[in-house]
């Protein structure tokens, strides 16, 4: 079964510091895909970032950045100077690939808190 | 492109009642999922159809759920006989490929609550 551990609940930290989610995967599968979503406070899923099990090269967008480690299991999410407007819930997740169709296998999340 | 609509936004019930939500994805996405979030968890998966055929519901949760998708374009999610337990926020999330995950688009969600 596959299974994601996103063992930090809860990340607080002040404007302009650098945070750094943590995200450990299970899989049985050799290929496969994990994923970054953020959560808002208004509920909607915002997909942040997609990586395949045969690409790890680390990826940066602006202030994001993604270290994605295959000998540990690890897909980790790095928030350089962290805004107000980065509180939210995020999520990493692992695809299931089912006859055809893929499904997503969701870590419990980490509530990252931005005060000014 | 409006993205995935789902409605209600929030629906409160008293246990017992049935409820429906609707989902209304991407036009041109032929494939959509519903997922359940409960509070401090991530999603998990429910069911999953492919233009109107549902193609995976081994993954609702009882007998009491069910979802359609006729003619392939909205959804419903059906909950008979509504528990407490069954609060929680469903999500739909639609896509148009079957490469895993890609472009996979979620609604905002309906939030049930069961009193």
């Known amino acids: 079964a596959q299974k994601v551990t996103q063992a930090q609940t809860e990340i607080s930290v002040v404007e302009k510091e650098d945070v750094t989610l943590d995200c450990v995967y299970e899989t049985r599968d050799t290929t496969y895909y994990l994923f970054w979503y953020k959560q808002p406070p208004s509920g909607e899923l915002v997909f942040l970032i997609r990586?395949?099990?045969?690409?790890?090269q680390n990826e940066i967008s602006g202030r994001y950045s993604w270290n994605f480690q295959k000998s540990t299991s690890s897909f980790n999410f790095t928030i350089t100077a962290s805004q107000v407007v980065d509180s939210a819930v995020y999520f990493c997740a692992l695809s299931e690939a089912r006859r055809g169709y893929s499904t997503l296998t969701f870590g419990k999340g980490t509530m990252l808190l931005v005060s000014p | 492109d409006t993205g995935v609509s789902q409605n209600p936004r929030h629906k409160i019930t008293k246990r017992g009642q049935n409820v429906t939500f609707r989902c209304d994805p991407i036009s041109e996405h032929n494939r959509l999922y519903w997922y359940r979030q409960t509070l401090g968890q991530g999603p998990e998966f429910l069911t999953y159809f492919q233009n109107e055929a549902q193609l995976e519901k081994s993954r609702l949760l009882s007998d009491r759920f069910s979802a359609e998708r006729p003619k392939g374009s909205f959804s419903t999610l059906e909950i008979q006989r509504t528990e407490q337990g069954d609060s929680a926020m469903y999500l739909c999330?639609?896509?148009?490929?079957?490469?895993?995950?890609?472009?996979?688009?979620f609604g905002s969600g309906t939030r049930l609550t069961v009193v």
């Open positions: 999330a639609s896509s148009s490929d079957s490469s895993p995950g890609y472009g996979y688009t």
């Open positions: 990586r395949n099990s045969f690409d790890e």
